[in-house]
């Protein structure tokens, strides 16, 4: 819903104004952040960070046009099979 409001009034909207390599940053900027907690960082910090990480996440979907619910649907999709097993099975 905030692809149409206003870069001026909507983080979000301004990050999809600005474009993929903006978002891009962001993600790869929160990545960074999120591992940094994950390492060394309380409960509390890593949780902020993922956070901030999945909803850059979302955007970028979002700007591609990716419903998130094909993320969902892929992950269930996955659901009971081994990791090792899924990445064998991909074709490319």
Known sequence: SRK???P???YTASLLHKGI???L???GEEATETVIAGKGGSC???TYEA????????VLL???DVPANDVWKELQRRFGTSGIEEKA????
């Open 44 to 46: 509390e910090e890593l």
């Open 62 to 64: 979002a700007a591609r």
């Open 8 to 10: 001026e009034s909507s």
């Open 51 to 58: 956070a901030d990480l999945c909803y850059h996440l979302l």
């Open 25 to 27: 940053k962001k993600l």
């Open 4 to 6: 149409d409001a206003s």
């Open 21 to 23: 390599d903006k978002i």
């Open 89 to 92: 099975s991909r074709t490319t």
